[in-house]
């Protein structure tokens, strides 16, 4: 079993800012790569932000230069500031992760409960 855990949502104005931060846990060998999609109410879920265990980060169109993600592999955390937010970006973000149980075995889709980012004035 694999564990995420999210923290961080909230709350914020236009143009603010906010952090969110997600750990892993549980039966994890290695993690390739951590990240955060999003769900706004009515669309499906999408990609914000990966960074892969290589270091190499992937961004939708639409947060670049105002997201960054962040990763601690040493402690198997993911970290997503997000600034300059606009009211488009209101969602329930997820956490992701995909992990190594094992040297061979693989375990792709780990999601987070979700946190409620809303950007409103």
């Known amino acids: 079993q694999v564990q995420l855990v999210e923290s961080g949502g909230g709350l914020v104005q236009p143009g603010g800012s906010l952090r969110l931060s997600c750990a892993a846990s549980g039966s994890i060998f290695t993690v390739n790569a951590m990240g955060w999609y999003r769900q706004a109410p009515g669309k499906q879920r999408d990609l914000v932000a990966l960074?892969?265990?290589?270091?190499?980060?992937n961004y939708a169109d639409s947060v670049k230069g105002r997201f960054t993600v962040s990763r601690d592999n040493a402690k198997n955390t993911v970290h997503l500031q997000m600034n300059s937010l606009k009211p488009e970006d209101t969602a329930v973000y997820y956490c992701?992760?995909?992990?190594?149980?094992?040297?061979?075995?693989?375990?792709?889709?780990?999601w987070g409960q979700g946190t409620q980012v809303t950007v409103s004035s």
């Open positions: 960074a892969t265990s290589g270091g190499s980060t």
């Open positions: 992701y992760a995909d992990v190594m149980i094992s040297s061979f075995v693989r375990r792709a889709n780990n």
